[in-house]
C-alpha cells in the first residue's frame, strides 16, 4: 500500500482505466465509478453498470483491481450497485466530447423523451461526423446495448448514439 494515497489518488488512478467497449472513454467519464472509500490501507470502489446486464462489468472489474495492484494496493474490493440506476447524466462533459471526437453521438438531456413502452425521438440526432441533425435511426441497438445505431443523411455514414437513460 501507498503511505500518503488519498482518496483523490484512487480517483486519478480510476480516471486512467478505459471503458473496454469504448476506449476513449476513462470509467470515470463513463460515471460508473460511485463511491470510493479508504480505510486502514484497504480499498472499497463501488461501481454502477450502464444496464445490469453490461457485458463489460468483469472486465472492468478486473481493470480497476489490476491498475490498484499494480500501484501497491493489493486490499481492494469491488463491489457493484444497481440502485440507483446509472444514467447518462452521471457522464462527465469531457466524456461526452471525446464520444463525439471518437465518432459517436453523446448523449443530451433533450434528445430522447420515453413514451410508454416506445423509444421516441424528442429531436434530431448530430452526426457525430459531419454535424447534421439530418439523421435517421437505423435500429434501437448498435454495436453494444447502451448505443444506437443512427445513420446521417448528407454524409451517409453510419454511426452510434450512446442512449440516454
Given at each position: ?14 480516471a ?24 486502514h ?83 434530431a ?41
Amino acid at each position: 500500500m501507498i503511505q500518503d494515497a488519498t482518496i483523490e489518488t484512487i480517483w486519478q488512478l480510476l480516471a486512467t482505466v478505459p471503458d473496454p467497449e469504448v476506449p476513449v472513454l476513462s470509467v470515470v467519464d463513463l460515471g460508473i465509478i460511485r463511491n470510493v472509500e479508504m480505510k486502514h490501507g484497504a480499498i472499497r470502489v463501488t461501481i454502477t453498470p450502464t444496464y445490469s446486464g453490461c457485458p463489460a462489468m468483469d472486465v472492468i472489474s478486473m481493470q480497476i483491481r489490476m491498475t490498484l495492484l499494480e500501484k501497491g494496493f493489493h486490499d481492494v474490493q469491488i463491489d457493484t450497485a444497481l440502485s440507483p440506476a446509472w444514467t447518462t447524466d452521471w457522464m462527465s462533459e469531457a466524456g461526452k466530447q471525446k464520444l463525439k471526437a471518437y465518432g459517436i453521438a453523446p448523449p443530451t438531456i433533450r434528445q430522447q423523451v420515453c413514451h410508454t413502452d416506445l423509444f421516441q425521438q424528442d429531436e434530431a440526432i448530430e452526426c457525430p461526423l459531419c454535424g447534421s441533425y439530418n439523421t435517421r435511426m437505423i435500429s434501437q441497438f448498435g454495436s453494444t446495448a447502451c448505443k444506437a445505431l443512427y445513420q446521417c443523411n448528407n454524409c451517409m455514414e453510419p454511426f452510434d448514439y450512446f442512449k440516454c437513460h
